[in-house]
């Protein structure tokens, strides 16, 4: 799958979160106080409730905040398999 597959689904009000998942992990993974496994898990749990906070307590809602974690993290492993080819 491809990122404008996911991206597809993930509304422009919920793009924001894209990049906010991506500094949240960025920074836990420099920080080293929660294990590199457990990253894209804390980030589903953030997204969520971003996009929660964002645009409202409803499971679509919950669902636009792990579709936007779940970019995030795509866009991280394509940059790190990028950069180690």
Known sequence: MDLTEVMKYISKEALVIVPVCWI??????K???IADKLIPLVLLVVGAGIAMAILGPTAQNAVQGLLCAGASV?????KRQLKDK
């Open 24 to 29: 949240v992990g960025f920074a836990i993974k």
């Open 31 to 33: 920080a080293k106080f």
């Open 74 to 78: 795509l866009i991280h492993q394509i």
